[in-house]
Nanobody, 125 residues
Framework: QVQLVESGGGLVQAGGSLRLSCAAS????????MYWFRQAPGKERECVAV???????SYAGSVKGRFTISRDNAKNTVYLQMISLKPEDTAVYSC???????????????????WGKGTLVTVSS
């Protein structure tokens, strides 16, 4: 069992930056592929970034060039660095862990093995 806890969300002005963290329990963090998803009110969940066990990355087109996913296996933590934030980036951001690499866009029907509860990011205009 893996527990995921996100932190780092908050209110930021458009053009600003935030770094989200997702801390994982357990000793097997390095064996999982890690994802960041977001869900805005009234919209479907969207995968914004994925990082493989070997730190290969892939991004949704809507965030490419602005968001960076990274992982620190020694700290059992995955990060999402967000710059040049826009009001449309407002959402609850959740991390997920799975055994497989799936690149965005990921259909909502695809089930991740473990989920965090999410952290709210609000970008004001």
């Amino acid at each position: 069992q893996v527990q995921l806890v996100e932190s780092g969300g908050g209110l930021v002005q458009a053009g600003g930056s935030l770094r989200l963290s997702c801390a994982a329990s357990g000793r097997t963090f390095s064996s999982y592929v890690m994802y960041w998803f977001r869900q805005a009110p009234g919209k479907e969940r969207e995968c914004v970034a994925v990082i493989s066990r070997s730190a290969g990355t892939s991004y949704a087109g809507s965030v490419k060039g602005r968001f960076t996913i990274s992982r620190d296996n020694a700290k059992n933590t995955v990060y999402l660095q967000m710059i040049s934030l826009k009001p449309e980036d407002t959402a609850v951001y959740s991390c997920a862990a799975d055994d497989s690499v799936v690149v965005p866009p990921i259909p909502n029907s695809y089930g991740m093995r473990y989920w965090g509860k999410g952290t709210l990011v609000t970008v004001s205009s």
